[in-house]
């Protein structure tokens, strides 16, 4: 019997193929699970949902409306949800003072006003006083919500708001039969940072700052997210820092950086 047998789960930002919410949903399945997957390009969606039998529903995290009719739709196919997962985000890189007023209005919706909706649309149907059975809540934050890196500040703020967000979830809905926490990941090889792996030397900077030696996986994430589903998780408000050991330590500066890059290039 699979870990998750008999939950239901909606994994938002599941939308762009083999991302970090897909892997999410994969596993998820894996254990048992009904999975619901969510995000903006139904086109993904629909192809992700007939390879793997899951179940499928657009949504635009910065739309309190489509958020609320996600929550609608899941338990209209799933017949209930025990299981949500905010994975959506936009890895803004650039320096402080050129951040414009539009990025900062970007960067709030995306990453704290909309999860705020997304949590709030998923505890109007997972809480016992909302005729639900509880269940877990998932954020996926990132290690640089604690730690530093150069031209980052508003994707960090952002992170770091939500997962204070979370914090205020976990005291308050407790007693509601609902667990809240984040996941930190480090640098992780996605999609995303397809375009950033190409460059020689850039992914590679990081690994002094690795403990364990390597960089992060999705599916490292994945497996957390697992534990954290887990009737037996006995874990809620807190962050687990999935990085390797990262945050024992720091993320490179941009003169590393450039310096591995410089010495790969010249080899």
Not at 70 to 96: M, R
Not at 135 to 152: E, P, Y
């Amino acid at each position: 019997m699979g870990r998750l047998s008999g939950k239901r789960a909606v994994v938002l930002g599941a939308s762009s193929t083999d991302n970090m919410g897909q892997h999410i949903a994969r596993r998820f399945q894996e254990e048992g699970a009904t999975v619901l997957v969510a995000g903006r390009k139904e086109a993904e969606l629909r192809a992700f949902a007939a390879a793997t039998d899951a179940k499928w529903t657009a949504c635009d995290i910065t739309d309190p409306d489509s958020v609320t009719a996600l929550a609608d739709s899941a338990v209209q196919k799933l017949g209930g949800i025990d299981i949500a997962v905010n994975a959506s985000g936009w890895g803004l890189l650039k320096p402080f003072l050129d951040t414009s007023h539009d990025d900062l209005e970007m960067m709030t919706a995306l990453q704290f006003i909309g999860p705020f909706h997304f949590f709030q649309a998923m505890i109007g149907k997972m809480a016992r006083s909302k005729g639900g059975n509880g269940g877990s809540l998932i954020q996926i934050s990132s290690a640089t919500a604690t730690i530093m890196l150069n031209d980052h500040a508003a994707y960090m703020g952002t992170k770091a708001g939500t997962d204070h967000v979370i914090r205020c979830i976990a005291n308050e809905f407790g007693a509601e039969g609902i667990r809240a926490n984040s996941i930190s990941p480090g640098l992780t090889d996605t999609p995303m940072n397809d375009a950033a792996k190409k460059i020689p030397g850039l992914f590679e900077s990081f690994l002094p700052s690795y403990p364990l030696g390597r960089w992060g996986t999705s599916d490292d994430v994945a497996a957390a997210a697992v534990w954290l589903s887990e009737d037996e998780c006995f874990m809620t408000g807190d962050n687990l820092q999935v990085n390797g050991g990262l945050t024992l330590r720091r993320n490179p500066t941009s003169a590393e950086m450039g310096a591995a890059i410089a010495k790969a290039s010249a080899s």
